[in-house]
């Protein structure tokens, strides 16, 4: 009688571990969506920022990076010095931006938005504006295929979970 019991409880457990297995690897999906819709969103606030108020591009990178509200997106530049050093401390700071999405974004998705913040400390002032632009652009492009595949994928990964935790179930009985 415990064995067969025993044997339920697995059962019911691989299945459960093998559903909640594929429904995180969709939700994955939907935070890569949701991460680069925080990226348009970053870069045109710090295209409007750019635009309207006046300051250096370091001033600007804080202001925006502590007024801006992101679902996903998650960084400080509270570490950033204004001056000769700021393109290297920003560096640092996409570097470790980089290593805590990495497991999300595409490398190719990702380059875009650190090429456009490192590209404001090499450019003259009316250039910066048109590069947070067509970055902007480019990233709302990534955002159309992301979702696409993310909705395509998502039931992939959903159904695939519970499919394999049944099959595993019946096996353990």
């Not at 159904?159 to 049944?166: A, L, N, Q």
Request: with cysteine.
């Amino acid at each position: 009688m415990w064995l067969i019991t025993f044997k339920w409880m697995g059962a019911v457990l691989i299945f459960l571990a093998c559903g909640t297995a594929g429904w995180s690897k969709g939700e994955q999906l939907v935070r890569r969506v949701r991460l680069l819709e925080d990226m348009v969103v970053f870069l045109n606030n710090l295209r409007d920022s750019l635009r309207f108020e006046m300051g250096s591009t370091y001033e600007l990178l804080k202001e925006t990076a502590n007024s801006v509200l992101l679902r996903e997106l998650r960084f400080s530049f509270e570490s950033l010095d204004d001056g000769p050093c700021l393109e290297t401390c920003l560096i640092t700071e996409l570097e470790k931006l980089h290593e805590r999405y990495q497991n999300l974004l595409y490398e190719h998705e990702f380059h875009y938005f650190e090429s456009c913040l490192l590209g404001l400390t090499r450019l003259p002032a009316e250039q910066e504006e048109r590069l947070l632009e067509y970055s902007a652009a480019q990233l709302s492009l990534l955002i159309q295929n992301a979702r696409q595949e993310c909705t395509q994928q998502r039931k992939l990964y959903r159904v695939m979970g519970v499919s394999f935790g049944g099959m595993a179930a019946l096996l353990l009985l």
